[in-house]
């Protein structure tokens, strides 16, 4: 028998470990979890004016050090994605396997990162819940929007609690982010990529060119989702994460 796997679940922007709330009983009978804050996010700290990628995987690294975790299997939705992309390039060895959901492995355009540049200024300016705001409709289908005022509540209170520093700094991150394509494309270890089929951010072709650079990979479209597949469809995004834990091979 092998030693149960170790889940790293890492949430998006500009979230917290709340993201995660419907994946942890289903999950945890088969996985040990942590499902960290990235750093500023969840509880008001003091940072850096701009938070990278690295930093952030420097956080989870230094995390499993303190867990005595070897190996794990890293679960990033979207900037989670990728956090957990900069962690596979600079530790690959400590990636048991990987899911990247409603991700890209692509850098921003030169007008992207002028648009993170704008949410930065913004954030810091008028707080979190004016982002919080202007990201809600891309983030949950139009279904779900008129359908489940509960969830669509959540997912802009979880966002509008966020300190506006750690908004600002993880937006000028991201903007710094390179392309990691070619981290995939060298990476040899189980994956799964998903996404909804309404997620306008980061359209399916993303997904597809991840698909492609993870050799074995498996991509599972989530329809009538959006941006956030494990609230709005918690049981079938679950079932993905599963099947891929299931598979690993004995340690
Ligand atoms: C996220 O959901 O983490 C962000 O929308 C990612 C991004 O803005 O690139």
Known sequence: MRDRPVLVLIHGFPQDHTLWNDQILAL?????????????????????????????AEQLHTLLAERGVRRAVLCGLSM????????????????????LSNTRATADTAEGKQARKATADRALAQGASVIA??????????????????????????????????????????AERPDRLHVLRALRVPA??????????????????????LVGSRLEVIHGTAHLPNIEAPDRFNAAVLLLLRSLPDA
């Open 28 to 56: 945890e009978r088969e996985a040990d979890l942590l499902t960290p804050d990235l750093l500023g996010f969840g509880t008001a700290t003091e940072l850096p004016t701009v938070m990278t990628m690295e930093r952030y």
């Open 80 to 99: 989670g994605g990728y956090v957990a992309m900069a962690f596979a390039e600079r530790w690959p060895a400590l990636v048991e396997a990987l899911i």
């Open 133 to 174: 705001r202007s990201m809600l409709p891309v983030l949950l289908s139009a279904r779900t929007r008129a359908e489940r005022p509960d969830l669509t509540e959540r997912v802009e209170r979880m966002m509008a609690r966020q300190p506006a520093n750690a908004v600002a700094a993880a937006s000028l991150g991201m």
């Open 192 to 213: 799964t990529i998903i996404t909804g089929s309404e997620d306008t951010l980061m359209p399916l072709p993303m997904s597809q060119a991840m698909h492609e650079a």
